[in-house]
C-alpha cells in the first residue's frame, strides 16, 4: 500500500486529520482511495482482490469468515464438484506443456480451518504464505471437504454440506487442496501452483530451498493466468494444445470484470513482496524467459537452482 498525504479534497467520505490534511492509502493495483482507520477498524476486505467494502456495496461472508465482493463471488466455486472441469483444464494445460501428471491426484475444496488443520498435519514441514489458500498433501489424512456449496441467505453464505474424507496414499502426493470460495481464475491459479508442487515431487525434485520451489510453482501459475486473460495464446504457452482449444472457448464468454480481476492476479505475483514467493518469481521468470521452462527445469533438477541471467 502506498501511503499518501495530500491537502486536496479526495473522497468526501476520508475525514481531514488533525493537521487538516486528507490522509489515505491507495490500493496499488485498484487505486481504489480509502482511509487508513479501516486498516484496523473491522471494515471487511475481499479474500480475493483486497478491495475494502464500501458504504454502498455490501459484500458476502462466508461460512469461515471471510468476505467475498460481488464482483468476485460472480465467478465464485463453491464446491468440489464444481472445481473438476477447471481441476480438468489445468491438467490439460500441463500436458499441453509437456508436463503430464500420470497420477490421478484427488482434489479437494476445503474451507480455511480444514486446510489450516492439513497443513499442521503434514509431517514435511513446508514454507506457507501467511494466509494459505492451497495446499499439495504428502501425508495420509482425513479432510473435510466441500460436498454442496451454501445457499445464498441475505448476505451470508449458509447452508454449505461437507463431509470428512479419508485420503490414502498412493504415490508421492496424497492430494490437492484449495480455498473454496474464490474466483474461478484465482481458483486455477491456485491449482496450477498446487500441480506443479506435486509435479515435482512426482518428477523426483528433492529438497529445493523454498525460493527455487515456490518460484518455478509461481511461474506455472503466472503462465496459466496468462493464458486465460491475455488476448491470443500467450508466447511461451503457444506450444500448448490444451491451452488454445479447451480455453478459447470460454475465452469470448468472459467479461470486462473477470479479466480484470486475472489481470489483478497477474499483478499480485510479480509484485509479491516476499523473498520465496515473489523473489523466487521474478528470478524463476528471468530464467524461463532467457531458457525456456524446460531448460530451467533441467538445470534446476541438476544444479537446485535457476540458471544464471546476466543482465
Ligand atoms: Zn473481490
Ligand atoms: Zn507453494
Given at each position: 500500500m502506498s501511503h499518501i498525504l495530500i491537502s486536496d479534497y479526495v473522497e468526501f467520505q476520508i475525514p481531514t486529520n488533525g493537521a487538516g490534511l486528507i490522509e489515505y492509502r491507495c490500493h496499488?493495483?485498484?487505486?481504489?482511495k480509502y482511509c487508513p482507520s479501516h486498516e484496523h477498524d473491522n471494515t471487511a476486505r475481499c479474500c480475493s482482490c483486497e478491495r475494502l467494502e464500501s458504504w454502498n456495496v455490501r459484500y458476502y461472508s462466508l461460512e469461515d469468515g471471510r468476505s467475498l465482493c460481488l464482483e468476485c463471488m460472480e465467478s465464485a466455486i463453491m464446491d468440489t464438484g464444481d472445481c473438476q472441469p477447471l481441476y480438468h483444464a489445468i491438467r490439460d494445460y500441463y500436458e499441453g506443456m509437456y508436463?503430464?501428471?500420470?497420477q490421478q491426484i484427488p482434489m479437494l475444496l476445503v474451507e480455511r480451518q480444514a486446510l489450516n488443520e492439513a497443513i499442521v498435519g503434514e509431517k514435511n514441514g513446508y514454507h506457507h504464505m501467511p494466509?494459505?489458500?492451497?495446499l499439495c498433501l504428502s501425508e495420509e489424512q482425513t479432510v473435510t471437504s466441500i460436498l454442496k456449496r451454501p445457499r445464498i441467505g441475505g448476505r451470508q453464505l449458509i447452508g454449505m454440506r461437507t463431509q470428512p474424507q479419508k485420503l490414502t496414499r498412493k504415490?508421492?502426493?496424497t492430494a490437492i487442496l484449495v480455498l473454496y470460495g474464490l474466483p474461478r481464475l484465482l481458483t486455477g491459479a491456485i491449482l496450477a501452483h498446487e500441480l506443479m508442487h506435486g509435479w515435482l515431487r512426482l518428477k523426483g525434485?528433492?529438497?529445493?530451498n523454498p525460493e527455487v520451489e515456490e518460484g518455478i510453482c509461481q511461474v506455472l501459475s503466472y503462465m496459466w493466468l496468462e493464458s486465460e486473460v491475455?488476448?491470443?495464446?500467450s508466447s511461451r504457452a503457444s506450444t500448448s494444445a490444451a491451452s488454445s482449444s479447451s480455453s478459447s472457448s470460454k475465452k469470448g464468454g468472459r467479461s470486462n470484470v473477470e479479466n480484470k480481476l486475472g489481470e489483478f492476479f497477474i499483478h499480485q505475483i510479480a509484485h509479491d513482496?516476499?523473498?520465496?514467493y515473489g523473489g523466487g518469481f521474478r528470478a524463476a521468470n528471468a530464467a524461463v524467459n532467457k531458457y525456456g521452462l524446460r531448460q530451467t527445469l533441467d538445470h534446476i533438477r541438476l544444479t537446485g537452482e535457476f540458471p544464471v541471467v546476466k543482465t
Open positions: 496499488p493495483f485498484w487505486s481504489q508436463m503430464k501428471l500420470d494466509e494459505t489458500r492451497g504415490c508421492e502426493v525434485y528433492r529438497n529445493l491475455l488476448p491470443g495464446p513482496a516476499s523473498p520465496a
